[in-house]
């Protein structure tokens, strides 16, 4: 299995800069896309940024050039920076993986325990 630790968030000033990352570790043969989703309460999750092995890389729309994922499959981490952080930012970050493990013919997906990332104003 997966285990996705996360580390990065916290509070930051409006229009500050935070850099989430999230290493994975476990039994796996192969990890395809990695990514990151938000939440606030009462409302789904969504897609923040993900990018796969070769490194194609898709944002939510709400992104608008202000946060870049990034991978190192040497070290099974994501990262992802963000800029220009709003009050529309608040939320719990969870970062996620699909992977090839042991013992299952198709990959699946797994999630981090999730990082809040609060902005002051």
């Known amino acids: 299995q997966v285990q996705l630790v996360e580390s990065g968030g916290g509070l930051v000033q409006a229009g500050g800069s935070l850099i989430l990352s999230c290493a994975a570790s476990?039994?796996?043969?192969?990890?395809?896309?990695m990514g990151w989703y938000r939440q606030v309460p009462g409302k789904q999750r969504e897609l923040v940024a993900r990018i796969t092995s070769g490194g194609t890389t898709n944002y939510g729309d709400f992104v608008k050039g202000r946060f870049t994922i990034s991978r190192d499959n040497a070290k099974n981490t994501v990262y992802l920076q963000m800029n220009s952080l709003n009050s529309e930012d608040i939320a719990v970050y969870y970062c996620?993986?699909?992977?090839?493990?042991?013992?299952?013919?198709?990959?699946?997906?797994?999630w981090g325990q999730g990082t809040q990332v609060t902005v002051s104003s």
């Open positions: 476990g039994s796996f043969f192969r990890i395809n896309a």
């Open positions: 996620n993986c699909n992977a090839q493990v042991p013992g299952m013919v198709l990959p699946r997906d797994y």
